[in-house]
């Protein structure tokens, strides 16, 4: 079957840094997004990696291992509006996306 | 109006009444995706459009059933639906010609079946 896995919850203080982690098992590979989305509203797009490695986008960055079946999003300087889920998903060898449960991310001051 | 607009933001009905969500893109997209979201659940693909035609129904009860009259608009209609119904149902676009795919979602409709 097809899987996606991230934490449910995670809490960090503004300010700081951190990583939400995502690992997947699909059949077929064809890229990998991030998604966030407050509460109550649409999830918008945040990255998307197809190669290994680490794309950049100001405070956000998501990093790619295909071997490891791996990703994760960076989120530096943290500010309360980051305050949201945060989804992963796989675009699969049909080109559906498969969806993770997502990360509610708690920033404290 | 830009993006993609959703129709109720939210619905409120019985289980024997009949309702229909409403989607419009605005983007010249040519696929469109109706998807249910339950609370800590992984988002669920309901129906996939490409080009005005069905291409993917995921095992979804017959009391939902979809249209697509044109690239830009996109109906949910619901009949006769059960409590475990109540959800967010968001609608999505995307360009499948292009490169990322990346699918763009509109505000969703909560609905809650009594």
């Known amino acids: 079957g097809q899987n996606i896995d991230q934490p449910t919850e995670m809490t960090a203080t503004e300010g700081a840094i951190v990583q939400i982690n995502c690992t997947y098992q699909?059949?077929?590979?064809?890229?990998l997004f991030w998604y966030q989305q407050h509460a109550g509203e649409a999830p918008t797009f945040l990255s998307y990696?197809?190669l290994d490695g680490l794309e950049e986008k100001g405070r956000f960055s998501s990093f790619l291992s295909r071997s490891k079946g791996y990703s994760y999003l960076l989120l530096k300087e943290l500010q309360m509006k980051d305050s949201a889920s945060y989804l992963c998903a796989v675009l699969d060898s049909n080109y559906q996306l498969i969806w993770g449960a997502g990360t509610k991310l708690i920033i404290k001051p | 109006e830009t993006g993609v607009t959703q129709t109720p933001r939210h619905l409120v009905m019985g289980m024997t009444n009949k309702k229909s969500l409403k989607c419009e893109q605005h983007?010249?997209?040519?696929?469109m995706y109706w998807y249910k979201q339950s609370a800590k659940k992984p988002l669920e693909l309901m129906f996939v459009?490409?080009?005005?035609?069905?291409?993917e129904n995921n095992s979804v009860p017959s009391r939902f059933s979809p249209e697509c009259p044109n690239s830009s608009h996109l109906f949910l209609h619901l009949h006769t639906l059960q409590p475990e119904d109540s959800a967010l149902y968001l609608c999505a676009s995307s360009d499948p010609s292009g490169t990322v795919r990346e699918q763009f979602f509109g505000p969703g409709t909560r609905l809650t079946v009594l």
């Open positions: 983007l010249g997209h040519n696929a």
């Open positions: 990696n197809v």
């Open positions: 699909t059949s077929g590979f064809n890229g």
């Open positions: 459009y490409n080009f005005k035609e069905q291409t």
